[in-house]
């Protein structure tokens, strides 16, 4: 089937009782079982939920995977893939993955026997230089945030095939729409639902999928033992928002590559990043492995005084964290999402107090660079 066709169906079978076209909330905690030992599959609401299961079904078909597993936040989810890990064991990271991943594995995780190496993945050979005897997970994130820079997922999967390694990519910036690492060659593909894939900042939920049985049952396991799950609500509200994730996704591409473009020809922009640019560095294998360019553009505007001047004189895109929703949102990562890094090891890979990142939303395009062009001047 076809995305859109995936995405409205997949999982999503009229309820057995009334017919309802909706998939109902199963909100409830337990279930009556028929006698001792007898029951419908259901038990206890942490282990089972027919809302959820809808949605893990939903979103692993529109990755191209066989199993997926739902948890009640993109960070949730990347604790139990760290559980694919035992004390000892090393994982090598993207240098400039979320902050909230770094922050997960170097100051939490770190302290219970795992190790982490954090290397520049955007050159393949940083992570074979980097892979240790005790390595067990190449993690991944491509795009980063917000410097969007690209890693070859089908170089870093041939990479982890060779040295008997668990491929793990974090596709929250692109959605299933325009990136499916799983026919590329990774292992697990894990979402932040939170952000595209839920789409319109009313939920907080993670995803991890994979066509591997052995992952799947410890990640299915690992999910009922810590018991981090999305609520039946939750998963419902992200159910029906996959159902226009081809669309929204379509439109926040179409707005994001007029805005780079706009924001090219602009005096104040001193460096545009996006990856549907010729110049970003890496257009060519964002053309190979993406089938679209997603809707976070990275600009930088000199100076500090710069982006503050128009981060205030936005009207339309608001200041806010998080992204991929469709309201178009701006923030500055050096005083917010990476206000912990400090600065100079900031500038390092080009996060200057003068960036400002976009979240492109569904808006009207002209309406969103007339809102640029007016905080501009
Ligand atoms: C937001 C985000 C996360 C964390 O997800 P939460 O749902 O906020 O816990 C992980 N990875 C990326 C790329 C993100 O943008």
Redesign the pocket.
């Known amino acids: 089937m076809g995305f859109s066709t995936d995405a409205i169906h997949a999982g999503q079978i009229p309820d057995p009782t009334t017919g309802a076209i909706s998939t109902p909330i199963y909100q409830t905690s337990t279930y009556a079982q028929e006698e001792l030992g007898v029951n419908k599959g259901f038990e206890y609401g942490r282990t089972h939920n027919l809302t959820r299961q809808a949605l893990e079904i939903n979103i692993a078909t529109l990755e191209k995977g066989k199993y997926g597993i739902a948890f009640?936040?993109?960070?949730?989810?990347?604790q139990a893939i760290l559980g694919l890990m035992k004390n000892g064991d090393h994982t090598v990271v993207s240098n400039n993955?979320?902050g909230?991943?770094y922050r997960l594995m170097e100051l939490i995780m770190k302290e219970y026997g795992l190790d982490f190496s954090w290397v520049d993945t955007s050159d393949t050979k940083n992570i074979e230089n980097a892979i240790k005897k005790n390595t067990k997970i190449i993690y991944i994130?491509t795009p980063?945030?917000p410097m969007l820079n690209l890693t070859d997922i089908e170089a870093t999967a041939k990479i982890c095939k060779a040295n008997k390694l668990i491929c793990v990519v974090?596709n929250?910036?692109m959605s299933p729409y325009f990136q499916r690492p799983l026919g590329l060659g990774a292992d697990v593909v894990?979402?932040?639902?939170?952000?595209y894939i839920n789409g319109h900042c009313d939920v907080?939920?993670?995803m991890i999928i994979t066509n591997d049985f052995k992952i799947h049952e410890r990640i299915k396991y690992l999910q009922n033992a810590i018991g981090a799950v999305p609520s039946p609500f939750d998963c419902w509200l992200t159910l029906r928002a996959t159902k226009t994730l081809a669309v929204r996704m379509k439109q926040h591409n179409a707005n994001a590559i007029k805005i780079a473009e706009y924001l090219s020809t602009k005096f104040y922009a001193k460096k545009v990043i996006y990856p549907g640019l010729k110049s970003h560095p890496q257009h060519e294998l964002a053309k190979k492995q993406m089938s679209g360019f997603g809707g976070m553009i990275s600009v930088d505007f000199g100076s500090l005084d710069n982006a503050k001047k128009i981060i205030n004189n936005l009207k339309i895109f608001t200041l806010a964290e998080?992204?991929?929703g469709v309201e178009s949102l701006v923030s500055h990562p050096a005083s917010m999402t990476h206000a912990s890094v400090p600065k100079v090891e900031r500038e390092k890979f080009g996060l200057t107090d003068g960036l400002i990142r976009f979240s492109v939303g569904i808006e009207d395009a002209e309406d969103l660079i007339a809102d640029i062009e007016q905080a501009l001047k």
């Not at 009640?72 to 990347?78: D, P, V």
């Open positions: 009640s936040s993109g960070l949730a989810s990347i993955v979320y909230g991943t994130e980063t945030n974090d929250t910036f894990l979402h932040s639902t939170t952000k907080v939920g993670g998080s992204l991929g």
